[in-house]
């Protein structure tokens, strides 16, 4: 290794401890916020406690349970596609999948079964 490259892998790894810094200033303070936040929610609770509000207290503690990551959340997420901007073998997948997802409609119309009928003349007899 010459002289500039180990000056040039110096630079990265300074840039790269000056990013870990940042990064565990930024956690730090998301960690004194959320017990900051929990601190609140305990006031909340016992409040809710005293004055027998019962679902405020429940909402506390479930809250409190998502901050500190001991309830599993569900997140959907939702991407909108414009029909334009997909070819036409996307838009082909994207239908059949639609398609094979949905339930089968029943297909409620009358049929018929039996069936009479009777010759009608042209009128010359």
Do not use: W
Not at 99 to 105: C, K, T, V
Not at 111 to 119: C, R, T, V
């Amino acid at each position: 290794m010459n002289e500039h490259d180990a000056i040039a892998r110096i630079k990265r790894l300074s840039h790269s401890i000056n990013c870990a810094d940042e990064i565990a200033e930024v956690i730090e303070r998301l960690i004194k916020e959320r017990d900051g936040l929990v601190e609140k929610l305990d006031v909340i609770h016992e409040r809710a406690m005293q004055e027998e509000a019962f679902p405020s207290a429940i909402n506390a503690v479930k809250t409190q349970a998502q901050l500190l990551g001991y309830m599993d959340q569900v997140v959907t997420i939702n991407h909108n596609v414009r029909a334009a901007e997909l070819s036409l073998e996307d838009l082909r997948a994207l239908v059949s999948k639609e398609l094979s997802e949905r339930p089968a409609l029943e297909d409620n119309s009358p049929s018929i079964i039996e069936a009479e009928y009777s010759e009608v003349g042209d009128g010359a007899d």
